[in-house]
């Protein structure tokens, strides 16, 4: 088994200009009169006289629950979490969770939402359904706004946005930041970030965020149509669906996010990523054609090169369109390698599935389980998405609403790391048919011994068809903290020739990933 480990180029704010590769048909004459349309529609709505004195007098607004946002606000009581490799989701949320009281590390949060190293995107239903089972509300919403943000924080309650950020043209990434402050007179975000570490606030002293641009952030904020996750406790419930108003309702919504987006485009038609919000809104409404069209703008106009490493929007509206070609076309163009996203084979394996060949959607759902055994169907499909994510407003915290949810007991964080293959080192060659012992050398790293530690087969292509690993958990010899152990395992090779690798997860005896305890084995099979 090996292990490779890469440098991460940092995240930052620039320009975004790179392209990434476009349809094969240009935009249509369709699309275009839309722009124009959108555009007339602007300037004649601006050209609409003063309403007269005839109208009714209007009724006082009621006084909302919320404080109004005042000139700055800053939010304290954080700990700071300086991310690891491709962990700003985990190492975000844990930061947010710290401020109502838990202890959970970044860690323990990745080895249930990142259990294989290399995922490159934990959504934001991801975060939010993590934090709900810890016992906190949470919601996921688009087209936020400079507004709703500082409102929140105005009222004590810090937000986790989703942005772009691209250190150098062309090397863009999506990134996770949470906003604790604002100042509108330096107009600046305060954001506590796991990685980027320019223009801090305190540069001498302890970390206490880094100074955002307002202007800046928006730009990067809008390539995710303004996603924004809002964790909170349930005696807070009432008060953040004040702030939210009509945006508390899913459907109102995506109204507003789709009003956003045609705005957009009837300021500059150009704009890629008000074409790829527009698809991304007419997705989550069912609207696949109208969507699939809007997508293939963006394209056209050109989108950076890693967008769909994040959003999979395009995927969902090909494939309901009957665009299959296209869904696995596109997912090869951002696979290889160094690039797995469980998202994407979920698609390629719904995308084969259709077209009538069960082979190769069976390798990518295998492929799937391998990069995340716990995959929900709501990860990828939008309207699944939103479900999954208003559901906070129902969720199982049982407490009064003067009584805050008391922060959940951390469960310690179990970590192993990989020593050496004893035994069947990868590429080794074995029989058709034959059993062979593997035994894979592992330190405990964890603060504790483990007992009852098990060994889980999570993905094997075509071995699981093929008897190829036991169909139930391997226990594991009990380890103290900081030994090692020597984890064996009898198989019997695939019937077939052929080059074949097969995964194992060493989880907990509650069945819980341990972080760093993924093993693998390749072998290739002869012919007897």
Not at 73 to 98: D, E, H, K, V
Not at 255 to 275: C, E, H, M, V, Y
Not at 338 to 354: D, P
Request: net charge negative.
């Amino acid at each position: 088994m090996s292990r490779n480990v890469r440098a991460q180029s940092p995240d930052t704010e620039a320009v975004i200009q790179a392209q990434a590769t476009p349809p094969s048909t240009p935009p249509s004459p369709v699309l275009q009169a839309l722009a124009t349309r959108l555009r007339e529609t602007a300037v004649s709505a601006s050209q609409i006289p003063n309403a007269t004195a005839t109208q009714p007098p209007l009724l006082p607004k009621p006084t909302p629950s919320y404080v109004t946002a005042g000139e700055q606000a800053t939010l304290s009581g954080f700990s700071y979490i300086r991310q690891t490799w491709n962990n700003c989701g985990p190492a975000t949320l844990a930061m947010n969770l710290s401020y109502w009281g838990s202890t959970l590390d970044q860690a323990t949060i990745g080895s249930v939402l990142r259990p294989f190293q290399d995922d490159k995107n934990v959504g934001p239903v991801e975060l939010a359904e993590y934090a709900q089972l810890q016992g906190y509300r949470a919601l996921v919403r688009v087209n936020g706004s400079g507004d709703r943000l500082r409102t929140l924080l105005a009222n004590d309650i810090p937000v986790i946005i989703e942005t772009w950020l691209e250190p150098h043209p062309g090397d863009g990434l999506g990134h996770y930041r949470l906003l604790v402050g604002y100042d509108d007179e330096a107009a600046h975000w305060i954001g506590y970030d796991s990685y980027y570490r320019e223009n801090l606030v305190n540069p001498t002293g302890p970390y206490q965020g880094i100074r955002m641009d307002y202007a800046e952030t928006d730009a990067l904020w809008k390539v995710f149509n303004r996603t924004y996750v809002v964790i909170y406790t349930a005696d807070k419930a009432d008060l953040v669906a004040d702030i939210l108003g009509e945006d508390i309702d899913a459907g109102a919504m995506w109204a507003r996010s789709l009003q956003a987006a045609d705005d957009d485009i009837a300021a500059n038609g150009d704009d890629a990523f008000a074409w790829f919000n527009r698809g991304s809104t007419l997705t989550a409404r069912g609207r696949y054609a109208e969507a699939a069209d809007a997508y293939d703008q963006a394209r056209s106009l050109g989108l950076p090169p890693r967008m769909l490493w994040y959003q999979f929007g395009p995927f969902q509206a090909y494939y309901e369109s009957g665009r299959y070609e296209d869904v696995l076309a596109l997912a090869d163009s951002v696979l290889n390698p160094a690039v797995q996203i469980e998202e994407l084979y979920y698609w390629k394996a719904e995308a084969a599935l259709a077209l009538g060949n069960s082979s190769a959607a069976e390798q990518a759902r295998a492929r799937l389980q391998q990069l995340k055994p716990n995959y929900s169907v709501a990860y990828g499909r939008m309207e699944k998405a939103e479900s999954a994510a208003t559901v906070a407003m129902t969720a199982s915290a049982s407490v009064t609403s003067s009584t805050a949810v008391a922060a959940p007991t951390a469960k310690p964080s179990a970590r192993a790391g990989f020593v050496a293959d004893v035994t069947i080192p990868d590429g080794t060659s074995v029989r058709a048919g034959e059993d062979f012992t593997k035994i894979w050398r592992v330190r405990n790293e964890s603060d504790f011994a483990w007992q009852g530690y098990r060994l889980r087969n999570i993905a094997g292509g075509a071995w699981i068809n093929d008897n190829f690993a036991p169909p139930v958990d391997q226990p594991i010899p009990d380890t103290a903290a900081g030994a090692t152990a020597d984890i064996e395992l009898v198989i019997t090779a695939p019937t077939q020739p052929g080059s074949y690798t097969g995964y194992w997860q060493i989880v907990d005896a509650d069945g819980t990933p341990v972080t760093g305890g993924q093993l693998w084995t390749i072998i290739s099979v002869l012919a007897q």
